[in-house]
């Protein structure tokens, strides 16, 4: 059965800095690019970032170019999201997810992790 | 970057109804859209992708189609475990972006 599971959300004030760790199974995780999307309390969900199966190629929303990192380690089965220079309007459920197909279909999702930044 | 307006953003349909959702991209993105149905507290799940592929142990009341920029989702008969937001997603390149988001309510 393929899982993942997020961790790292908390409470951080605006300007801080958070990691987040997504912990897969179930499948051959150096052979699947991975995502990040966010979703505000009550509102619709974004893509943050993907990268690919060995971890060389990365693309990020602009919204958080030059402030998150996504990476992988895959002898460890996991998936990062560093966030620096947290903003307000970073606060959200971030869920990791497996990409099928190259970079596309987002199947399946973790159960997401909160992150709120405020002060 | 490619927006996606999905339409309505809310409907009030009844046990048994057909139920159209529209999304239309702004630009072409040939066949690489998804739909992601969401319920209250938990994550979005793949329902069609390629626009018009049902992904395994989805109901086949459940139908995409379209291509392009004109894309629609449809239920056929809705059930109560159907009461959800459901959302598209253009995969044709970065940024990848989804819809709005439809919320589907009890009437």
């Known amino acids: 059965e393929v899982q993942l599971v997020e961790s790292g959300g908390d409470l951080v004030q605006p300007g801080g800095s958070l990691r987040l760790s997504c912990a897969v199974s179930g499948f051959t995780f150096s052979s699947s690019a991975m995502c990040w999307v966010r979703q505000p309390p009550g509102k619709g969900l974004e893509w943050v970032s993907s990268i690919s199966g060995g971890g060389g190629t990365t693309y990020y929303a602009d919204s958080v170019k030059g402030r998150f990192t996504i990476s992988r380690d895959n002898s460890k089965n996991t998936l990062y999201l560093q966030m620096n220079s947290l903003r307000d309007e970073d606060t959200a459920v971030y869920y990791c997810t497996k990409a099928r197909s190259g970079w596309n279909w987002f199947d399946p999702w973790g159960q997401g992790t909160l992150v709120t930044v405020s002060s | 970057d490619i927006q996606m307006t999905q339409s309505p953003s809310s409907v009030s349909a009844s046990v048994g109804d057909r139920v159209t959702i529209t999304c239309r991209a702004s630009?072409?993105?040939?066949?690489?859209l998804a739909w992601f149905q969401q319920k209250p507290g938990k994550a979005p799940e793949l329902l069609i992708y390629a626009a018009s592929s049902l992904q395994s142990g989805v109901p086949s009341r459940f139908s995409g189609s379209g291509s392009g920029t004109d894309f629609t989702l449809t239920i056929s008969s809705l059930q109560p475990e159907d009461f959800a937001t459901y959302y598209c997603?253009?995969?044709?390149?970065?940024?990848?972006?989804f819809g709005g988001g439809t919320k589907v309510e009890i009437k």
């Open positions: 997603q253009q995969t044709n390149s970065f940024p990848l972006t």
């Open positions: 630009q072409g993105i040939s066949s690489w």
